[in-house]
């Protein structure tokens, strides 16, 4: 299904039509400011305010739809990309969808390191990965392949022990099966095609990928305003992790400034009551939408 070089500009993006990666990647388009209407029904969309059109698929299609050059990027599971062996680039890790390829067996089995599992059925949606996994640690196993519901087959008899997604582990216990050791940690996936792209679609893509870092970036930080005597200030400067130097202000009241920076998210808190130590006051955390360099 190779694709010469085409000249249109519109950017074509897979993403999942309805399922655990659905939400939270219309989020981040929407946070990057693509605007496009309630798509359910659609296959494809258009969006309204950026040369762009999402198709709606299943995430197994994903990886081959990119790779044929169907669609241009894709948002997918890392699980998916290399399950599928995919030849497509990844662009960037999204930080979310993310679970873990993993053997489970029943809470009585005595099967619980890899090594043990020569000759042993293994049932599993994940069959390329699984095998290989096994494989590499020298070890051979018989592969029961099931699309869905993987989890009750030890329960039938039709396995000695599963490899599935988990992320939480309740359906695992739910089902009486312990978490014995994990073959793959996924996420989802930018993915890019590797079919040759018009110059237009490239400076397109550039584009997105700033939007996604400046959102990713803004997602990890926090706007921090605080009122503080101005002799604490050079006592806070240290303390504030910040991007950039922080911006003060004087106070109508004598003797006092308002400090504003940009700190990341996860030392916030650490961050705060060292400020309180040092005399600030009035301390406000704001989320921020988005940040560009
Ligand atoms: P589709 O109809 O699109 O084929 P699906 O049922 O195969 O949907 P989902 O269950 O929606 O797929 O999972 C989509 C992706 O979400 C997985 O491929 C994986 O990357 C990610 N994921 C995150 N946590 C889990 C989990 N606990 N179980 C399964 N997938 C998970
Ligand atoms: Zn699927």
Redesign the pocket.
């Known amino acids: 299904m190779n694709r010469s070089l085409d000249h249109t500009t519109s950017l074509r993006i897979a993403i999942?039509?309805?399922?655990?990666?659905t939400d939270k990647t219309t989020d981040l388009l929407h946070g990057i400011g693509i605007e496009f209407d309630n798509y359910k029904r659609n296959l494809m969309v258009k969006t309204r305010n950026f040369d762009v059109e999402l198709l709606l698929l299943?995430?197994?299609d994903i990886p081959e739809y990119v790779q044929d050059g169907i669609c241009d990027l894709g948002f997918?599971?890392?699980?998916?990309v290399l399950e599928k062996d995919s030849k497509v680039s990844v662009l960037r890790g999204l930080n979310y969808?993310?679970?873990r390829l993993a053997v489970a067996s029943q809470k009585e089995s005595e099967l619980l390191k890899p090594t043990q599992f020569d000759g042993k059925k293994i049932a599993t949606s994940y069959p390329i990965l699984t095998k290989r996994f096994f494989e590499n640690v020298g070890v051979s196993i018989e592969i029961v392949e099931i699309s869905g519901a993987v989890e009750i087959t030890p329960q039938l008899h039709l396995a000695d022990a599963i490899s599935d997604?988990?992320?939480?582990g309740g359906?695992l216990k739910a089902n009486g099966l312990i978490e014995r050791f994990t073959i793959l940690e996924?996420e989802?996936k930018l993915i890019q095609t590797q079919q040759a792209l018009s110059e237009g679609k490239q400076q397109l893509i550039q584009k997105f990928l700033q939007r996604i870092d400046g959102y990713q970036t803004a997602k990890k930080s926090r706007y921090i305003l605080m009122n503080a005597p101005t002799e604490s200030v050079e006592t806070i400067k240290v303390l504030l992790p910040s991007m950039k130097s922080p911006t003060i202000m004087p106070l109508a009241q004598t003797g006092m400034v308002a400090i504003h920076s940009v700190i990341p998210y996860e030392q916030f808190w650490d961050v705060m009551e060292q400020l309180q130590d040092a005399g600030a006051s009035d301390i406000v955390m704001l989320p921020i939408e988005s940040m560009i360099a």
């Open positions: 999942q039509k309805s399922g655990r990666l299943r995430d197994d997918v599971g890392a699980n998916e969808g993310n679970c997604l988990v992320s939480t359906t996924s989802t």
